[in-house]
């Protein structure tokens, strides 16, 4: 039985007086029947930390060097963002890819550097709308999903949020029947590669998740949750979120 998972990607935002939502979570949700993530930008990583200490919600990353350490200005590694107690990181994420050029294969190496860490890693898969409209959106993910994903991962140490580029805080969503197929899909192709233990792998679904929208998109088959974006940023938004996963 897979355990529903609310994941909130703050991207480059939030402060740390933002990171009070997570003690109004926990009073909102004390005895939460799924997991609860945020990933804030790495300064407020620390600050985050403190704030859910006493909570059981996870912290993480929203991205990581593939390699332990060197001259890689601006980067951090795995192990720093597992050494301060987060326990989360989303690599491959579509704005990674387009803005910093990302590969398939580099988001392997990162993903496979978390996990080594003793991180679970977020691995972040997506079409875009000329894909999606040209009918080559089940290619697209059954490519990325092979190459993104390391050799060796588990229901423990991956998550797959399948995020439609084009989704992505434009308030649009693909219809349900498209995040179904696509959410098959994945299961179908990870089954196919890590046998059982496939079963064990939570699928997100990311891309415009909204309180309006969660219950009947988290009432599809295969979705195990949801990687959201925009609507994490404040507890008004992001609970009713969680509580649709209940
Ligand atoms: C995201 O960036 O991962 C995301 C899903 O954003 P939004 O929910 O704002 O569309």
């Not at 939460?32 to 059981?56: E, G, R, Y």
């Not at 179904?180 to 891309?207: K, S, T």
Request: proline share 4%; charged share 20%.
């Amino acid at each position: 039985m897979r355990r529903k998972l609310a994941a909130g990607n703050w991207k480059m935002n939030g402060s740390v007086s933002a990171l009070d939502m997570i003690g109004a979570l926990k009073l909102k949700h004390p005895e939460c029947p799924c997991d609860v993530l945020l990933c804030p930008p790495a300064p407020l990583l620390t600050h985050a930390l403190q704030n859910s200490a006493s909570n059981p919600i996870f912290i993480g990353a929203q991205d990581c060097h593939a390699k332990e350490s060197g001259a890689f200005t601006g980067d951090h590694s795995a192990a720093m963002i597992a050494e301060i107690g987060a326990t989360h990181v989303i690599v491959g994420h579509s704005e990674r890819r387009e803005a910093y050029g990302e590969t398939d294969v580099q988001v392997a190496a990162k993903a496979q550097a978390a996990q080594a860490a003793g991180l679970t890693a977020i691995v972040c898969i997506g079409e875009s709308l000329e894909q999606r409209e040209a009918g080559d959106a089940l290619d697209v993910i059954t490519s990325q999903l092979a190459r993104s994903v390391p050799d060796g991962s588990s229901g423990k140490t991956l998550v797959i949020a399948y995020e439609p580029i084009w989704a992505i805080g434009t308030g649009k969503i693909p219809t349900m029947e498209q995040i179904a197929e696509v959410h098959g899909l994945m299961r179908i192709e990870l089954r196919a590669r890590f046998g059982a233990d496939a079963d064990n792998i939570r699928l997100l679904y990311g891309g415009s998740v909204k309180p309006g929208n969660a219950a009947k998109i988290f009432a599809l088959d295969n979705v195990d949750g949801a990687l959201v974006g925009g609507a994490s940023l404040k507890a008004e938004d992001f609970s009713p979120i969680i509580e649709a996963l209940a």
